[in-house]
């Protein structure tokens, strides 16, 4: 998805009109960009955890019964937070708080959208610039769906093995990168979303905005099942999570293991 900055309508109806397209051709599981409303606009206030501009993917995935995948720019006192339908946040924000009031932290949310609920998990590592908005997140956990545990990652937390990792011992049944990579580091991009794949023994969806382009759907063995052309494009692929297993048992990764040894 190409991404405007600063342009958050209009890129919603972009984005929208791409899922419906996907879910149409029978897609269950949808990625977005990395702040795919906004990009990093820094200009326009974050989203409180209500984030109005979810609410169509919301309706989308209860009608159509797919999950949703991105990131926001949002505000909250709590980033581990739940959303149970439009507007209704469960804990985080409350009625007197609000980002022009400066309450809360700004936040570079991942999300993944089921049947009118939004689960937010933080990215761990904002990258150099974003540092003086964004508070890096403070825990890493998988997000349980009726399609299995994603193990959500945004970005700059792609180069960070131990995240994938975390992801992975939590039983994680894959991952998934949104992100905004530049095209200048395309190379670099489908190295590192190959090596989460193979290294954790799990399928791999990774979307990139379209400016860089390279969005991947990888299996366990770092095979890619499904990559983008530049420019914008949707990419379809099939997963197995039973792949998985067969992996593991060919080379037993995990098994092997010897943390006590490591002391990372």
Request: hydrophobic share 35%; net charge negative.
């Amino acid at each position: 998805m190409e991404i405007k900055l600063c342009h958050k309508s209009s890129n919603a109806r972009r984005a929208l009109n791409m899922a419906l397209e996907a879910v149409g051709r029978g897609a269950e599981i949808i990625a977005l960009p990395e702040l795919f409303l906004t990009g990093f606009c820094y200009d326009l206030p974050p989203e409180d955890l209500s984030c109005p501009y979810l609410n169509p993917f919301l309706e989308l995935s209860e009608e159509q019964s797919c999950l949703i995948l991105g990131s926001v720019m949002a505000v909250s006192q709590d980033p581990n937070t739940t959303m149970d339908g439009p507007h209704n946040p469960d804990h985080g924000m409350t009625e007197n708080q609000s980002p022009e009031s400066g309450a809360g932290r700004w936040y570079n949310l991942g999300f993944c959208i089921e049947g009118g609920r939004v689960q937010f998990r933080p990215k761990i590592h904002p990258f150099v610039p974003e540092r003086p908005y964004f508070q890096g997140g403070d825990f890493i956990a998988s997000i349980g769906t009726s399609l299995g545990k994603i193990g959500l990652q945004v970005c700059y937390d792609l180069r960070f093995p131990e995240v994938g990792r975390s992801l992975a011992l939590q039983d994680a049944d894959l991952l998934a990168t949104v992100a905004q990579f530049p095209a200048s580091r395309l190379s670099q991009w489908r190295i590192l979303c190959q090596a989460r794949a193979i290294e954790n023994q799990l399928h791999h969806i990774a979307c990139n905005w379209a400016q860089g382009g390279g969005s991947m759907i990888l299996g366990p063995q770092g095979d890619i099942i499904s990559e983008a052309n530049p420019g914008e494009s949707i990419i379809y692929g099939e997963i197995c999570l039973h792949a998985s297993d067969r992996f593991r048992l060919e080379i037993p990764c995990f098994e092997d293991r010897r943390p006590e040894v490591y002391r990372l």
